[in-house]
């Protein structure tokens, strides 16, 4: 059976031409921290001008009294698609000590709990280490090293046994199995 593999940029990032199979590392960077005492995952996005909070975690985070409700939208990187917001919401995001007020706009459906925005990003002087896997924060002398998260997406793969067996129970033994895979790559 054939080989399978993916031609991908290198893990510089600048298309060199090298072929990179199975890379290790998403495109898309995760953190979590606190926000108003609550563990929250939070998508960085450049392309992002505002920060945005996802309305399904809101409940749990602020009271109904303090949003500001005022819809709006915005466009996305599309520059024709509008994205509907539902409000404004004032957030305390907290890495360990390091803690970091923000204006969030409510947003309903969005891809994680929240997205931190380039007003986030240059207000916190943020940077993004990918060789290290840290987001670097700093404000007032004061600086946060806050680690990526790992992506681990769980892969099912169908296994069908080629001869039919019978186990008596509390034994072992090792069977032939057909998967619909030609080659696979997995980090253990």
Partial sequence: MPKFSVKESSCDGADSGHISL?????????????????????????????????????????????ILKQPSSFLLADGIASFKVLGLVDLTIEFNDFVTPIKAYIAQNLCTDIII???????????????????????????AVVPIINPTKSIKIPVISCSTISLSSNTATTIQVIIPISAISLPF
């Fill in 117 to 143: 925005g380039m007003d986030y990003i240059n207000r916190y002087n943020m940077s993004i280490n990918v060789k290290k896997q840290t987001v670097h924060l700093e404000s007032h002398n004061r600086h």
């Fill in 22 to 66: 199975n890379p290790s590392k998403s495109s898309l960077i995760f953190i979590y921290a606190l926000v108003n005492t609550h563990k929250v995952k939070m998508l960085i996005d450049t392309g992002a001008t505002k920060t945005f909070i996802n309305s399904k975690i809101l409940h749990h985070l602020v009271s109904v009294d303090s």
